[in-house]
């Protein structure tokens, strides 16, 4: 029963990455790109976003495969700022279309901000309860 909790953690880290990255793609993406093929600056918070996902769905699966083992604890807290970077990307720190109707300000930048949050609070109650559970077994 103990072996299933720690694991939960990492399942549920490793779902809210991949909703992240599948998500930022097909969900909820940056505005399309203009006629003539250019990209307006929102698409590259998109793929700034995208790549944050990918390494979070990386590191969240080290925390599943690792259980409560040694990796476990550092991988979540690695997962904290690495989400606070992909709540921040869009329109902190690379802006979005100046229109506050089109789709980046509507549904991209929310949806990357509470899934980021979502990311960070379960990394940090995930590594804090690895943690108390190897001070518990000591």
Known sequence: MKKIRIRTGGIILFILSLMLTVGIKLIFPACAPHD??????CHWAEQSVFGAGLALTAISLIVL????GKAAPGAS???V???AFAALTPDILIPLCKMPMMQCHTATRPAVIVISCLIA???LVNA???LRKKEENK
């Open 36 to 41: 003539d093929g250019t990209f307006m600056c």
């Open 81 to 83: 700022p690495l989400a």
């Open 128 to 130: 804090v309860l690895i």
């Open 77 to 79: 807290l690695a997962m």
């Open 121 to 123: 609070a379960a990394a």
């Open 65 to 68: 495969i690792s259980g409560n």
